[in-house]
């Protein structure tokens, strides 16, 4: 158990609609990291926050966004969705964001009708 | 050209084994590099991470990094069933405070009884 949880497990949801994902990062963590999975792509870096502020980005979707509350835990929002963006959503966390070591949760898994 | 390139496999081995796992890349501005261990449905863990050429030990586990090939491997030693799993190479740009981890797409690992 790395200390990371995300929720929920699993998220069936149809074209067009809006989900948010949602991770609480290892206690102490202050960084936290939303990469997506699929199997065509890999693990694909998406964003990154620091203690609730965007602190860079990677192959993120306009249709996506992500914040960071003031308690840490963070969210990941996916709108418009369409039948590519099914794939594992993981969030890590790490303890200042500028460390190597990242610490993975067990994963979203969404699937788009 | 991907930054990182991994062989998919999958790996078939018998219990005892020793596996090799390798990486190449082309971005000669990664500093950091790990190994991370996934098992199916699961979220990626950090085996191993090192920042200079030559090799790491860790238990049954050696990384080596040869920086001048650009070339990444994982040694398991004496190769369980439990080890059985995805493995993923991993590489940090550090740039302007943050990093960005870039992965590969992964080597399935099978180790028979």
């Known amino acids: 158990d790395s200390g990371v949880t995300q929720t929920p497990k699993h998220l069936i949801t149809a074209t067009g609609q809006r989900v948010t994902l949602r991770c609480s990062p290892r206690s102490g963590d202050l960084s936290v990291y939303w990469y997506q999975q699929s199997l065509d792509q890999g693990l694909q870096f998406l964003i990154q926050?620091?203690?609730?502020?965007?602190?860079a980005k990677g192959n993120i979707l306009e249709r996506f966004s992500a914040q960071q509350f003031p308690d840490l835990h963070s969210e990941l929002n996916l709108s418009s969705l369409e039948l590519g963006d099914s794939a594992l959503y993981f969030c890590a966390s790490s303890v200042r964001g500028t460390q190597e070591t990242q610490y993975f949760g067990p994963g979203t898994r969404l699937l788009v009708l | 050209q991907k930054e990182v390139e991994q062989d998919p496999g999958p790996l078939s081995v018998p219990e005892g084994a020793i596996v090799s796992l390798n990486c190449t890349y082309s971005n000669s501005a990664f500093q950091y590099f790990m190994w991370y261990r996934q098992y199916s449905r699961k979220g990626p863990e950090l085996l191993m991470y090192?920042?200079?050429?030559g090799n790491k030990e860790d238990g049954r586990f050696t990384a080596q990094v040869d920086k001048s090939s650009k070339y990444i491997s994982l040694f398991i030693r004496d190769s369980q069933p439990s080890d059985s799993a995805t493995y993923l190479c991993a590489m940090n740009l550090m740039n302007t405070g943050f990093q960005k981890l870039v992965f590969g797409t992964g080597t399935r690992l099978l180790v028979s009884p």
């Open positions: 926050y620091y203690n609730g502020e965007e602190r």
């Open positions: 090192t920042y200079s050429s």
